[in-house]
C-alpha cells in the first residue's frame, strides 16, 4: 500500500482561529478528513504530522518510509533552507500547497524556497489545494 506523508507547518493547528479572512473557517482536522477521503478512496495509507519547529519538520522527512510527501511549510516556505535541503536529500516525489495564493499577498510571500525541490505546488484553493495536491502526488508516484 502507498504512505504518503502529510506535513502541516507552523501555525497550522491554529486554522479556523486565526485570520480567518485569510485561510478561512477550515480547521487542520476538517482539512486532515478531506485528505483522509482521499486516501481511502484510493487505499492509501496517510500519516498527518504538524510541528511548528523547522528542525522537527526537518527530522521528521528525514526518517520518513512514505513515497511521498505532501507539505505545507506555512511561514518556513519563504525562509527555510533547511527544509529545502532535507527535501532535496530525500528525493521522493512532494507537492508543496498553500491555503492562500502565496502569489497574491505580502511581497516577502512571493519566493518559495521548497518550490525548487518539489515536484508541483499548488495555492490558493483553501483545502482543495490539499485535495488537489494528494491527487497530483498519487498521479506522480504511480507514474514511476
Given amino acids: ?24 473557517n477550515e480547521t487542520i482536522d476538517t482539512i486532515d478528513a478531506a485528505i483522509s477521503k482521499v486516501a481511502e478512496t484510493e487505499a492509501v495509507d496517510v500519516e498527518f504530522y504538524q510541528s511548528n519547529h523547522e528542525g522537527d519538520i526537518v527530522d521528521k522527512i528525514n526518517q ?3 513515497e511521498g510527501i505532501l507539505i505545507n511549510p506555512a511561514a518556513y516556505t519563504h525562509t527555510s533552507v533547511a527544509i529545502h535541503d532535507a527535501l532535496r536529500a530525500k528525493d521522493l516525489p512532494a507537492v508543496e500547497v498553500h491555503l492562500s495564493n502565496i502569489y497574491a499577498r505580502e511581497e516577502f510571500r512571493h519566493k518559495s524556497l521548497i518550490a525548487p525541490v518539489v ?5 490558493g484553493f483553501g483545502r482543495n489545494s490539499y485535495v ?3 491527487k497530483a502526488l498519487l498521479e506522480t508516484i504511480n507514474a514511476r
Fill in 64 to 66: 520518513t518510509d512514505a
Fill in 132 to 134: 488537489l495536491g494528494i
Fill in 1 to 24: 500500500m502507498t504512505k504518503i506523508l502529510v506535513i502541516h507547518g507552523p501555525n497550522l493547528d491554529l486554522l479556523g482561529k486565526r485570520e480567518t479572512d485569510i485561510y478561512g
Fill in 119 to 123: 515536484t508541483g505546488q499548488i495555492s
